[in-house]
Every structure is written in C-alpha cells, then in structure tokens.
C-alpha cells in the first residue's frame, strides 16, 4: 500500500487580519459619503476673513459646506427657499411698478383705488417674504438630494442642513453648530427607508487660522464628519 504524504504542519495556521474598510470597494447598497469625497487643492479658493466678525466667520464655513455637499458626486442642491422669495420679491417689485406706472399715467383722483389696492399688495407680498424666511426657511443653509440604485429599489436622500452660530463665552470660543436631519425613502418619496438626525459643534478656532485664513481640508472634513 502506497503511503501518501502529508503536507508539513506549523501548527495553527495564522489567522488573516480583516480587510480594513476604506481599502474595500463600497457596497452598492451605501452610497457614497462626504468622508469619501476628496477635493483636490487646485480646486480651492483661498478665503480669508475677519476673525472679528463673527458673521463673516459663519457665512464663511456655510459657503464652504454648501460647495462641498453640492458637488457632482454627491448632492444636487434644492433652491426652493431661494425660488419662493426670490418670486414674492420680484412680484412685489412688479406691483410696485405697475402701481407707479399707473399713477403716473392715470390722474391722481381716478387713480387713487388702483395705487391704494397696489400699496396694500406690496406691503402683503412683503410681509409674506418676511415671514417665509423667518418662520419656514430660518437657519437651513443646504438643502440637497440624490439619486442611487441598490437592488433595483430607487432611493432618494435628502440632507436638510440648520446652522446657526454660538456666541462666546468666558470659557470657550464662539463655535459653529451644525444640524443634520437625513431621509431616505423610495417611490418618490412615498416610501420611507431611513430618517435620522445628529448635531455636531466646533469653534470656528478649528477651521481659520490668525490671519483669519480658512484650513479648507480641514473644514470640509471637520463639517463633513
């Protein structure tokens, strides 16, 4: 009887270290995040502003997050809430004119309905911009969606981002609080898969330098994370 060989032994075979995430390719059903997005430096404009100036600072790191979350491979910007007061805006403008025109042509008794109905428009067009921005718009900065496909089940993600800043106090630096809220559904919308909501804060120390010069990379990470 032939005798078979037997393979030489080292004793236990060493166990294979686990596949570091970012090293593998991502899984259809996860789009891809912010983290994932690197924006190449001759991409970026240098800002600088006024370190004093707490709404430059604010304006500043909110530029910075709507052109990051608005690029192509992420999100496709909403201006809803620019459309909306954008319209009342230049219907009041229309009215304004109009209402003008009209008093310039017509005499200044018969006109006297029209300019006063005119004046009472403007001011409701106006009122109604203000409300809009103050009541529904408020902080939200970045509104966005996008479009993937996992299992031939389409989804839509939607990113409403609120972000207001935090005055300085005798123990911390004024600071930049950002808040998330994440919805994910399919059939339009008609659907709901996912919904969440996180808060984040940094001081605005994080993202500028002395000068008043914004770390880019850093901002977009650190607003991204």
């Not at 709507?66 to 690029?71: G, I, N, P, Q």
């Not at 310039?104 to 809009?132: D, M, R």
Request: glycine letters at 8%; hydrophobic letters at 30%.
């Amino acid at each position: 009887m032939s005798r078979t060989k037997k393979s030489p032994s080292n004793g236990p075979s060493a166990r294979q270290p686990s596949p570091n995430p970012r090293e593998t390719s991502p899984s259809p059903d996860r789009p891809l995040g912010p983290l994932s997005v690197q924006v190449p430096s001759s991409e970026r404009d240098i800002v600088k502003v006024n370190n004093g100036s707490l709404t430059e600072l604010k304006n500043a790191c909110d530029d910075a997050l709507k052109r990051y979350l608005s690029r192509p491979d992420l999100f496709k910007q909403i201006y809803m809430h620019t459309d909306v007061r954008l319209g009342l805006g230049w219907l009041s403008v229309f009215t304004a004119a109009g209402t003008a025109l009209y008093g310039y042509k017509i005499e200044f008794e018969k006109s006297k309905p029209v300019v006063w109905a005119g004046l009472i428009l403007y001011i409701l067009l106006t009122f109604l911009q203000t409300l809009y921005a103050y009541f529904i718009e408020g902080e939200v900065v970045f509104v966005g969606k996008r479009k993937t496909f996992s299992k031939r089940v389409h989804r839509n993600r939607t990113d409403n981002t609120l972000i207001h800043t935090e005055p300085a106090t005798k123990s911390t630096p004024p600071a930049y609080q950002l808040s998330l809220n994440y919805v994910r559904s399919t059939n339009g919308g008609k659907s709901l898969l996912a919904k969440g909501k996180t808060k984040g804060k940094r001081g605005y120390n994080a993202f500028f330098d002395e000068q008043g010069v914004m770390d880019q990379e850093l901002s977009n990470n650190g607003l991204a994370s």
